[in-house]
């Protein structure tokens, strides 16, 4: 099991950058797929980015795409989520993710550990 911690939200203006960190603990971190999530008010929450054990298959919502980039850290225990260019539409709370496979893909079912999530709010 991993226990995942969010942090970084807060309050920007649109365009303006924003980077999301994840620390996990659990000594297996590095053989977990990550994957950041967001539930905006009123809506379902949605995948947003995902990336594999080694970092090196990764995977974005067209929403995002080209704007966020998601990274970890394994020896750090952590994952992070770059935000650049963000739209009012991206204010959600986000969401860290861990799924006990190589690559969880953006299925909310394949992944069994969630963070409590940081609220991200960018004003128009």
């Known amino acids: 099991q991993v226990q995942l911690v969010e942090s970084g939200g807060g309050l920007v203006q649109a365009g303006d950058s924003l980077t999301l960190s994840c620390a996990a603990s659990?000594?297996?971190?590095?053989?977990?797929?990550m994957a950041w999530f967001r539930q905006a008010p009123g809506k379902e929450r949605e995948f947003v980015a995902a990336?594999?054990?080694?970092?090196?298959?990764?995977s974005y919502a067209d929403s995002v795409k080209g704007r966020f980039t998601i990274s970890r850290g394994n020896a750090k225990n952590t994952v992070s989520l770059q935000m650049n260019s963000l739209k009012f539409e991206d204010t959600a709370v986000y969401y860290c993710?861990?799924?006990?496979?190589?690559?969880?893909?953006?299925?909310?079912?394949?992944?069994?550990?969630w963070g409590q999530g940081t609220q991200v709010t960018v004003s128009s």
């Open positions: 990336i594999s054990w080694t970092g090196t298959i990764t």
């Open positions: 659990g000594r297996t971190f590095s053989r977990f797929a």
């Open positions: 993710a861990a799924a006990n496979t190589y690559y969880g893909g953006i299925k909310q079912d394949e992944y069994t550990n």
